[in-house]
């Protein structure tokens, strides 16, 4: 049987991809910075300001593209632009001092520790137990434990490597074929719900991580903890509910019961035995961090602080389940450099007066839009571009500056418009390729793109549907009105 390893945790990295045409992103990035260096420029657009819209324009077609790890694309653009003048290089790496870049490094260091002491295993194991032999439960179940493991595992590909070797345990011990429907239910519903439940938790994936952060650092706009929990949560609660039932519609189980999955479960939990002494501190550890993170800043603790407490707290004697060296491997330094360049290229989009010109460009083209309007056509526009954009950090990160600039423009409110954009601008249904969890998922050969696109057409309309109902009827009860 195929297994997942956890000894080296997978996490919400930025996929690369190698396709045969890689010399195109190049020749739009040269071609871009030499007609923004040359070219008589519009009037109000300063060179600086074309030298920026030179480099967004090439980091959304290398991060579209994944012919290079995004981080890098990053640095190299965010160099460029600082020795042409746009910012200095002190500007251009100030994103790099921002507390939430700590709050990813922390997640990368609780994801890590969570896959060492095996207790979001064991927490899958005990859910699934409950479930019984019934696939309809099984399958509600299976999806509830990667909700519940978005509070614990801070990543969408680490969330999905715990819950997978389980699912392929119960469809060897139940001898389901590799062509059955509810196998495909199984692999292709625990992706979705890892996707979407890292938009449901401030801390669940690296791209929401940097969407708090962004919200932040771009429009004066701090999220706590519980804010986020209450603004998202109940509409991942909403879509796992009907992507459980159109799972089951989609592909309805070959049999009434499956009392060898049930056995194996229940086996396997036998094995794990009595709650271990490192799951035991990780599950205090644990407990302490979200009790910060949902009461710390009544005592003036941030999210990020409280994050660390944590984690430092897995490493000093007495408490430690992870050594320092094996803490620093699980950091993802690439998305930490993906988070600060990104930032500093929103920046400089600001500081040279582009992202002004932009909007009064588009304003030009486009009335005053009503906020109806905006939701009705910027949510699917968004999803209809994520399709081409290889994870969801590059299009949150390339999206959400933008979105900001054109409702400041539009007279409306820029984190209400950036909560649309985060609800559509993070999952990604409709191909695998899409996100790190798709492709952990197809790798097994239990279903095929077709089957992920039968599942995500209705499923991308779900998620249209609930973010419309949020824009226009739950955020205003809670505040957030455009």
Known sequence: MPAVSESRLPQDEPVVTRPSWTRVPWAIFIGAFAVAAVAPLPQDLSRGGAFALAGLLSAIVFWASGVQDPSLTGLLIVTLISVLGVMSFEQAVAGFGTEFIWLLVVTFILAQAMADTGLGRRIALALLHRAGDRPAMVLLA???????????????????????????????????????????????????????????????????????????????????????????????????????????????????????????????????????????????????????????????VTTPQAGMIGAIALLMPGVRVLSWERAMGAVRWNVIILFGVSLALANALERSGAGAWLTAGTLGMVAQPSPYAVAMIVAPLVLLIRVGFVNNLGMIAAALPLAFTLAKGWGLSPLWTGMVVVMTAGPGFLLPTQTPTGMITIGYEYYTIRDYMRAGLPASLVLLALTWFAAFFYWPLLGYRP
């Open 142 to 300: 299976l999806l509830g434990a990667v909700v519940v493991l978005s509070f614990m595992v801070p990543t969408a590909a680490g969330r999905t490597s715990m819950i997978v070797p389980v699912v392929l345990g119960i469809i060897e011990a139940a001898r389901i074929q590799p062509s059955s429907r509810f196998a495909k239910a199984m692999l292709i519903g625990a992706s979705y719900a890892s996707i979407m439940a890292g938009i449901g938790v401030m801390t669940a994936a690296g791209a929401t991580v940097y969407a708090a952060g962004a919200f932040e650092n771009l429009i004066n706009a701090r999220w706590t903890y519980p804010a986020w929990l209450l603004a998202f949560f109940p509409l991942v609660v909403v879509f796992v509910l009907v992507t459980w039932r159109m799972l089951l519609w989609l592909f309805p189980s070959e049999r009434g019961e499956l009392s060898a999955g049930a056995e194996y479960v229940a086996e396997e939990l036998r094995r794990m035995g009595a709650l271990s002494r490192s799951e035991g501190k990780m599950l205090v550890v644990f407990v302490v961090i979200f009790l910060l993170w949902v009461f710390g800043p009544r005592w003036g």
